[in-house]
């Protein structure tokens, strides 16, 4: 029989995690599907690992995955993709905002032979103006550089063993899950789902974060950034053009161009591009840097099947 393996990222989550963890075994044995739950815990600085233990011990299907430190989502949710054993994985908030019932729906499609299953968010939830709309906004851009509508995208996905298996042997660090999948091509298909309210504890995303995750995701999946350097640099040359012309025909007409504040206006504006300019393709090179030092995606201090330590087994080959 088919195994399924639900990865759940856990970060500070000591009033989620039991929780997450006693729902799903309810609701996946109900529905008569085996399964495992790779539990993550993020470097947590709250009980979060004792409630995964607890977890563990109540269900021997728990795999508890802990980090040395906080590495964040992504890293977890490759972690967690790197244990799990089941022929179908899913990831998922162990938040609960995303329905577990969902699962058995996408379970159920996978079963029909589909590979890849997009959740999709049917509405956002509950979120400010001015949050709804730098989402909008970052996620055109990223539909932009993906040719694949994320603006409706989550990580609440399904995939089948083949597709995890090419996300696993990507090389780079710096990964966004949530395009990484349905970059990975497969047979694909999406599921609606409805945003639960977070029943307890909070988010943790906090303003600046999600704008540094934002730059980073754009950055690891799109060099247009880097084109805008050459359109400003066109148009500063247009612009230059323009300029000279109208000084030397000033000047060869016996006046001359009126002095200070031209030349100020002008240094300040091509200062300001070559600025921009190199703060974007800085960037790019920090990426880079990142990459080239090789260093693992994040690492394991322990690891737990049920209430039984397996780190020596499960720790192997899998940074
Ligand atoms: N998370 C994580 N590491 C982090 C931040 C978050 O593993 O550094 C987990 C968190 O425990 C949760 C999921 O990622 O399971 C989504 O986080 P959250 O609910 O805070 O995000 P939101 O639902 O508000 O987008
Ligand atoms: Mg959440």
Redesign the pocket.
Known sequence: MSRLSVV??????ELMVEKACSVLKETLSAAGISYELVV?D?GSADSTWDRIVKAGERDSNVLGVHFSR????EA?VYAGLAQASGDVVAVM???L?HPPETLIEMFHLWEQGYEVIEGVKSSRGKESILHKKSAGLFYGIMTKATKVDMQNAS?FKMMDRKAVDSILSMPERNMFFRATSSWVGFRSTAVEFEVRE?EAG????SGWSLIKYAFTNIVAFTTVPLQFVTIIGGTCFGCSLILIIYSLLQFFRGHAVEGYTTTLIVLLLIGSAIMVSLGIIGYYIAKIYEEVKRRPRYIVSKIVRGNKDVYDEAHQDKV
């Open positions: 759940l990222p856990a970060y500070n989550e993550v993020d906080n590495f964040g989502k977890a908030d162990c938040d905002q990580d977070r909070e988010s943790k995303w």
